[in-house]
């Protein structure tokens, strides 16, 4: 069991948005700015999409933004690309006493 | 550019010790706060975050699994060493090893491909 919670999975056509969520603590996602996305395509590594809960690393499209309210952060994809099915990964720091980083469980997402 | 390669056995037995090497090419691992940090996936589950290594050799292990790990750093060779004790059918996974990102470390943004580890008699 995953210590942060994403839904299963989710989906929207062409050129909609979508939103996936991961929800934590106040140890994790609430306590720190320090969220991260990652896509991870089919026998692939995972890629880093949105890193501190907003940032876009060089070359990831603006079509991928991150945000965080509470204990929850979540990440958007605007204009749905076919390219964009994958699954998605949020992590968290989750310092406190002890360095640690948590994962969701992952989340399908599917270009209907 | 920046790559990492993983690089151990595909195969080892419960009980036995898994080291696994991590060569890497495009940054230093003796340039301030630079880390290099080893992920793991069982097929078809979620990621699981093992171990950090700084530049100054400060380390960090996943509480869970503390007791079982250790990351060691040969600068002179850029390379990162993982060793995990004890290991058990249930550490089957591709381990990944990345380059840190952040002001914590706690994000990485370059990947090995990764390597397959199968513990089984």
């Known amino acids: 069991q995953s210590a942060l919670t994403q839904p299963p999975s989710a989906s929207g056509s062409p050129g909609q948005s979508v939103t996936i969520s991961c929800t934590g603590t106040s140890s994790d996602v609430g306590g720190y700015n320090y969220v991260s996305w990652y896509q991870q395509h089919p026998g692939k590594a995972p890629k880093l999409m949105i890193y501190?809960?907003?940032k876009r690393p060089s070359g990831v499209p603006d079509r991928f933004s991150g945000s965080k309210s509470g204990n929850t952060a979540s990440l958007t994809v605007s204009g749905l690309q076919a390219e964009d099915e994958a699954d998605y990964y949020c992590?968290?720091?989750?310092?406190?006493?002890?360095?640690?980083?948590?994962f969701g469980g992952g989340t399908k997402l599917t270009v209907l | 550019q920046i790559t990492l390669k993983e690089s151990g056995p595909t195969l080892v037995k419960p009980t036995q010790t898994l080291t696994l090497t991590c060569t890497f090419s495009?940054?230093?691992?003796?340039?301030?706060?630079?880390?290099v940090g080893w992920i793991r996936q069982p097929p078809g589950k979620a990621l699981e975050w093992l171990a950090l290594i700084y530049w100054d050799d400060d380390k960090r292990y996943s509480p869970s699994l503390k007791s079982r790990l250790t990351i060691t750093k040969d600068t002179s060779k850029n390379q990162v060493v993982l060793t995990m004790t004890n290991m058990d059918p249930v550490d089957t996974a591709t381990y990944y090893c990345?380059?840190?990102?952040?002001?914590?470390?706690?994000?990485?943004?370059?990947w090995g491909q990764g390597t397959l580890v199968t513990v089984s008699s």
């Open positions: 990345a380059h840190s990102a952040g002001a914590t470390g706690s994000s990485w943004d370059y």
């Open positions: 992590s968290s720091y989750a310092g406190s006493n002890n360095f640690d980083v948590v």
């Open positions: 495009g940054f230093s691992l003796s340039t301030s706060g630079v880390g």
């Open positions: 501190e809960v907003s």
